[in-house]
């Protein structure tokens, strides 16, 4: 599946990472996407990543200076980023904060700090009365589009946790559609979308959602 180039200067490329993809080489040697980044370039910077089932917005820096640059202001949190996800059911109506920290679970998934039934909504806002240690992971998120029994999502994670929307959807019992590793799906695809990046020093970057979240 061949990768879009959206947008190329002289220190970042920006590409529309399709679904269904890894981004590196695994060991069952289906395509990789670094391997058609690498074979534009002799030498990609990786700055960030995104799970294979996710689409949209990926950005792969020129050079180790502007690596270094970006990196920093993803660890640094100075990145806004806001995803698009098609969930099974349909969540409030309003601009919800997701305030539940996360720990490893089993075989490679992520959990909730806490147990489903401490789960509450107070204000607008979700929090877990905690029993065990996590880090902290806080995601805003605000339904727009309901269709039939799913609705679409808009999302934006203020922390950058690993699988942070998947858990924190499927936990509160909205579970992305297509997600196999959280909700035992089987959809084709993941429908979870990177739909919108701003780095700083560069105008952000947008891309349209695919048409396939609404069929």
């Not at 599946?1 to 080489?25: A, H, N, Q």
């Not at 294979?52 to 100075?78: C, D, M, W, Y």
């Not at 979870?192 to 695919?210: D, I, N, S």
Request: hydrophobic share 40%; charged share 25%; with cysteine.
């Amino acid at each position: 599946m061949p990768i879009l180039t959206t947008y190329e200067d002289e220190d970042i490329w920006v590409f529309d990472k399709p679904s269904g993809i890894s981004m590196l080489r695994d060991r069952s040697g289906a395509q990789d996407l670094w391997s058609q980044i690498s074979a534009r370039t002799a030498k990609p910077y990786l700055i960030h990543r995104l799970d294979k089932g996710t689409s949209g917005v990926l950005i792969v820096a020129k050079n180790p200076a502007t690596q270094k640059k970006l990196t920093r202001a993803f660890h640094a949190r100075e990145v806004t980023k806001y995803y698009v996800a098609r969930v099974s059911g349909t969540p409030p109506a309003g601009t919800h904060i997701v305030d539940l920290p996360l720990c490893k679970g089993r075989k490679s998934r992520y959990r909730v700090a806490g147990e489903r039934a401490d789960i509450s909504l107070n204000d607008q806002r979700f929090t877990v009365a905690q029993n065990r240690q996590g880090v902290d992971a806080q995601t805003t998120f605000r339904r727009f589009k309901v269709i039939g029994n799913d609705a679409i999502v808009l999302l934006h994670p203020a922390t950058g946790r690993t699988h942070q929307l998947r858990v924190h959807l499927a936990w509160l019992g909205w579970p992305i559609v297509g997600d196999h590793l959280y909700h035992g799906a089987d959809a084709e695809r993941l429908l979870l979308h990177a739909h919108y990046l701003k780095v700083p020093g560069w105008q952000p970057f947008k891309l349209k959602l695919p048409e396939s979240f609404y069929a």
